[in-house]
T-cell receptor, first 114, second 113 residues
């Protein structure tokens, strides 16, 4: 059974710091991995999607990497800002699942202090 | 487009009562998903539809839960009878055929007393 773990559960950093969020999964048989952002009281917003054949994806100050064989992904946030404060979730789509069926981690709650 | 619309945003009910959650997906989207989020279990997929047809309901916890999609612009998730352990935030999301990006609604926060 696929399990997704995110460490740390919470993180507080001063503004301007570069930071790394970690995601690990137990089964490397995945189609892809996505990183999401969730603001308090709101739904999820997709940030980056990495196909299983890819090593990384970039969008602005965000960079996500994938090491499928070791079951790990990282989300790198450069020059963090208070507006980056949110919960970040990763999710994998196992190859054994049906279309679009994702398994989510429990998230990392990030606070960027001004 | 207004995005995915869910109603109500908050629901407080007593154990044993019927609860109906509603969702309007983004126009033109072919897929609709219902998720449940709790502190203990995180975000879980309950059921999803493609072109109004249920494709995978293996995440529906019990027979007390049912979901329908009578047309492309409306879906309901019903809990009957409700129990305190059903308390959670329920999200609806939609996506287009061929796209991995799901667009989430703001969620319905359900509290069963």
């Amino acid at each position: 059974k696929q399990e997704v773990t995110q460490i740390p559960a919470a993180l507080s950093v001063p503004e301007g710091e570069n930071l790394v969020l970690n995601c690990s999964f137990t089964d490397s048989a995945i189609y892809n991995l996505q990183w999401f952002r969730q603001d308090p009281g709101k739904g999820l917003t997709s940030l980056l999607l990495i196909q299983s054949s890819q090593r990384e994806q970039t969008s602005g100050r965000l960079n996500a990497s994938l090491d499928k064989s070791s079951g790990r992904s990282t989300l790198y946030i450069a020059a963090s800002q208070p507006g980056d404060s949110a919960t970040y979730l990763c999710a994998v789509r196992p190859t054994t699942s049906g279309t679009y069926k994702y398994i989510f981690g429990t998230g990392t709650r990030l606070k960027v202090l001004a | 487009d207004a995005g995915v619309i869910q109603s109500p945003r908050h629901e407080v009910t007593e154990m044993g009562q019927e609860v109906t959650l509603r969702c309007k997906p983004i126009s033109g989207h072919d897929y609709l998903f219902w998720y449940r989020q709790t502190m203990m279990r995180g975000l879980e997929l309950l059921i999803y539809f493609n072109n109004n047809v249920p494709i995978d309901d293996s995440g529906m916890p019990e027979d007390r839960f049912s979901a329908k999609m009578p047309n492309a612009s409306f879906s309901t998730l019903k809990i009957q009878p409700s129990e305190p352990r059903d308390s959670a935030v329920y999200f609806c999301a939609s996506s287009q055929q061929g796209s991995e990006t799901q667009y989430f609604g703001p969620g319905t926060r359900l509290l069963v007393l």
